[in-house]
């Protein structure tokens, strides 16, 4: 799987704050297998965020595109509507999981509006902006990763598992 990583953050944009979420989403995919080829850090600017990921979409160079920060509720939170813009279609499961998930860990979990969708062959899955908050999210989701990416790329297979006797 070939994986971009795009950091939404004003003060890392500037280089104010160091970005912490990008590196530790990196590595959390690297061990998990995943090459990471493309990362980026920028402001939490709706249409930058629009453009970027419908650009590495249609680029065809990824199967998966993860974005950190601004899913919350500041004014400049605009991740969510940003990447709402630009799929196809919206996975819901995605971010019932993580909010579900989340909430065991912490009740601000709640405010997280991060959305999971496919533009063509690219899926593409918003994430909090603390490094915490991004890896634990990921890891809530991850085990129907894989067979997402394949199924929205054309795999024929079937995947309904018989009932065992
Ligand atoms: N499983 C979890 N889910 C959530 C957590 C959590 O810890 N575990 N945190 C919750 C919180 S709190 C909020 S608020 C919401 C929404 O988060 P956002 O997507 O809006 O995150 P930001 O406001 O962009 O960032 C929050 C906070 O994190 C630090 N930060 C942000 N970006 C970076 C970066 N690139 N590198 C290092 N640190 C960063 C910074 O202190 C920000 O103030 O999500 C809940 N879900
Ligand atoms: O990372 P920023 O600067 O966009 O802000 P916040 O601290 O609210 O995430």
């Known amino acids: 799987m070939r994986a971009a990583i795009l950091t939404l ?12 979420s990008g590196p530790a989403l ?12 493309c990362t980026e ?11 970027k990921l419908a650009a590495w979409s249609d680029s065809g160079s ?41 909430l065991k860990k912490t009740p ?9 969708g496919i533009r063509k062959n690219t899926l593409i899955i918003n994430l909090p902006g603390s490094p ?3 890896t634990e999210n ?5 085990a129907a990763v894989p067979h997402a990416v394949a199924k929205l790329q054309g795999d024929p297979e079937e995947c309904g598992t018989p009932l065992s006797k």
Not at 75 to 97: N, Q
Not at 108 to 116: M, V, Y
């Open 108 to 116: 601000h979990a709640i405010i997280s509006r991060a959305i999971a």
């Open 62 to 102: 990824f199967d998966l595109i993860l974005t950190t920060g601004g899913t919350g509720v500041s004014p400049r939170d605009v991740t969510p509507e940003a990447t709402e813009r630009v799929v196809d279609r919206v996975l819901p499961g995605f971010g019932e999981v993580m909010r579900a998930e989340s």
């Open 41 to 51: 850090v920028i402001p939490d600017e709706a249409s930058l965020i629009s453009e």
């Open 9 to 20: 953050s004003d003060r890392c944009s500037t280089g104010e704050r160091a970005d912490g």
């Open 132 to 134: 915490k908050g991004a």
């Open 26 to 37: 990196r590595s959390w995919l690297e061990e998990h297998g995943v090459t990471v080829t």
């Open 138 to 142: 990921i890891s809530f989701v991850w």
